[in-house]
Structures are given as structure tokens and as C-alpha cells.
């Protein structure tokens, strides 16, 4: 059974951040590749970063590149998201998921098999 849950998200101000994490329970991060989507009201969802299986291979969106940095450690199964530079566009519900192995430059449209609920973050003017 493979449970995945997301916290810290919140409100902050424009140029804030914030860190988001993700724990996973009932896989193995070190076989796995674990990706952070956004979806915002009215929008489609949409792929942010992913990382790989060694943590060694990342990818960003455009929109949030250079703002935001993917982590992850194996060894607690936690996956991190660094949000610098908020901006009001990042308001979102920010969900993470996991897929066996590897990501790839498509890899937001490729299959993730376990999702979290979701943490909102909420960018303010």
C-alpha cells in the first residue's frame, strides 16, 4: 500500500516562499521518480519539476524555473520543493506524485501511479 501526502503550503506575499514537502509511504524512493503538479480553479493541471530516482536528474516547467528547486532524500522517503520568488500565478493546490523509475522532458504527460491530496498555496499582491 503506498500512501503520499503533501504539507507546508500557505498564503504568502509576492517574492515569498515557501517549502513544500511530500512523504511517501510503501515504496522505494530509490526506485522511484516523484513529480510536482499544480492545479489552479479553472485551469488544467499542470507539471512543475520532477526528479529522479538518484535525485540526480531534475526538470522544471519554464514558468517556474530558477524560482524553484526539487529535492528529495531517500532515506526518510520525503520529497521537497523549494518555492522562491512567489508570484500570484503560482496559486495553486500543488500535489505530488510518483512513477517507477525515471523522468524525461515529457514527463508531465506521462503516468504518475500515486498522488497525494494536494497542499495550497495561496500568492498574494
Known amino acids: 500500500q503506498v500512501q503520499v501526502a503533501e504539507s507546508g503550503g500557505g498564503a504568502v506575499q509576492t517574492g515569498g516562499s515557501l517549502r513544500l514537502s511530500c512523504h511517501a509511504s510503501?515504496?522505494?524512493?530509490?526506485?522511484?521518480?516523484l513529480g510536482w503538479f499544480r492545479q489552479a480553479p479553472g485551469k488544467e493541471r499542470e507539471g512543475v519539476s520532477c526528479i529522479n530516482w538518484s535525485g540526480r536528474d531534475t526538470y522544471y516547467s519554464d514558468s517556474v524555473k530558477g524560482r524553484f528547486t526539487v529535492s528529495k532524500n531517500n532515506a526518510n522517503n520525503t520529497l521537497y520543493l523549494q518555492m522562491n520568488s512567489l508570484k500570484p500565478d503560482d496559486t495553486a493546490i500543488y500535489y505530488c506524485?510518483?512513477?517507477?523509475?525515471?523522468?524525461?522532458?515529457?514527463?508531465?504527460?506521462?503516468?504518475?501511479?500515486?498522488w497525494g491530496q494536494g497542499t495550497q498555496v495561496t500568492v498574494s499582491s
Open positions: 510503501g515504496l522505494r524512493f530509490d526506485e522511484t521518480a
Open positions: 506524485a510518483a512513477r517507477p523509475w525515471g523522468c524525461s522532458d515529457s514527463w508531465a504527460n506521462i503516468k504518475f501511479h500515486h
